[in-house]
């Protein structure tokens, strides 16, 4: 058993084919084939069960996928922790970006410890906060910045900053020139929301049904910067944080909710029990020094 088998295995499963799996890895698929026998007969068990259609990994494949995976996630990281041991600052950090945020505060820290650490590359990717949090368990990105709470069992977490939600609309709307606004004035109109994969989508639907109604949600984006243009062509209201309120350009109207859950908390998690590489610690320790 070695490395590349795992791989092969590993790329087969995520494949969900020994064919596509062939073109990811651009190897002859007998080769793979032949790897996951050689695996199974040094391993004395059975991975796929091929009785069925498609390939379903056994209970003793499942396992042996999880471990892999870790496998793969170590091998990989282990010339950063050796240059790391060697005192060389540099390394690579994965960052996964609420697409519901404020940029700023972020990239002012992340600025600083570029500044610090210019040997250190990142790739930043931008998701609503369901994504992020499968993302780190998938050993995917690094560090996430996302919605709090979250599972504290699977991830650590630091917060970053609390804010209001705000009620969004065109200047013309009706309810413009009120100073505050509850769930339940609301329950006539459109709402422009964001997709299932935000967790802020989760918390206005819930608001709305603690005032008794399911909201009536005319269109769903993933990008907060389209509702400019929905709220100007008069499609409906929103309800975004307050950073993010504070983005848009003036010929909108933002309104206070009479509603305790209208409270927005932003923060930086990690997965538990993850190998961290030393640029990764940095950065988190670096940004808990200025939080």
């Known amino acids: 058993m070695d490395i590349k088998h795992m791989k092969y295995f590993v790329?087969?499963?995520?494949?969900?084919s020994m064919t596509n799996a062939s073109k990811s890895l651009y190897i002859a698929q007998p080769t793979i084939s032949k790897a996951i026998k050689d695996l199974e007969k040094e391993l004395d068990m059975v991975l796929f069960d091929?009785?069925?259609?498609?390939?379903?990994?056994?209970?003793?494949?499942?396992?042996?996928?999880?471990?892999?995976?870790?496998?793969?996630?170590?091998y990989k990281d282990l010339p950063k922790e050796i240059n790391s041991?060697?005192?060389?600052?540099?390394?690579?950090?994965?960052?996964?970006?609420?697409?519901v945020m404020n940029m700023?505060?972020?990239i002012n820290i992340l600025g600083e410890f570029h500044h610090k650490y210019p040997g250190v590359t990142y790739n930043l990717v931008e998701n609503g906060g369901k994504m992020i949090e499968t993302?780190?368990?998938?050993?995917?990105?690094?560090?996430?910045?996302?919605?709090?709470?979250?599972?504290?069992?699977?991830?650590?977490?630091?917060?970053l900053y609390q804010e209001d939600l705000r009620l969004v609309l065109n200047k013309e709307h009706p309810l413009a020139n009120s100073k505050h606004v509850d769930m339940s004035m609301?329950?006539?109109?459109?709402?422009i929301l964001f997709n299932e994969d935000f967790y802020l989508n989760d918390k206005i639907i819930e608001a709305a049904k603690n005032a008794g109604y399911i909201p009536n949600t005319i269109s769903k984006i993933s990008q907060w910067n389209f509702i400019e243009n929905l709220l100007?062509?008069?499609?409906?209201?929103?309800?975004?944080?307050?950073?993010?309120?504070?983005?848009?350009?003036?010929?909108?109207?933002?309104?206070?909710?009479?509603?305790?859950?209208?409270?927005?908390?932003?923060?930086?998690?990690?997965?538990?029990?993850?190998?961290?590489?030393?640029?990764?610690?940095?950065?988190?320790?670096?940004m808990k020094a200025r939080l």
């Not at 780190?136 to 977490?157: A, C, M, R, W, Y």
Request: proline content about 2%; some cysteine; aromatic content about 8%.
């Open 50 to 74: 091929r009785s069925k259609r498609q390939l379903v990994l056994t209970d003793a494949g499942r396992v042996f996928y999880k471990k892999c995976k870790e496998i793969l996630t170590l």
């Open 186 to 191: 609301l329950k006539d109109e459109d709402f």
């Open 135 to 159: 993302q780190l368990i998938n050993d995917e990105i690094d560090i996430g910045i996302t919605t709090l709470p979250v599972d504290k069992t699977i991830f650590h977490s630091i917060t």
């Open 232 to 286: 100007n062509a008069h499609l409906g209201v929103s309800i975004l944080p307050e950073n993010i309120v504070n983005l848009l350009n003036g010929s909108f109207k933002n309104i206070k909710l009479d509603d305790p859950g209208m409270r927005w908390e932003l923060g930086v998690i990690w997965k538990r029990d993850k190998y961290l590489s030393h640029a990764t610690r940095q950065w988190i320790e670096f």
């Open 11 to 16: 790329e087969v499963v995520d494949q969900n």
């Open 104 to 106: 700023n505060k972020f």
């Open 85 to 99: 041991l060697l005192g060389l600052e540099t390394g690579h950090i994965s960052i996964g970006l609420s697409a």
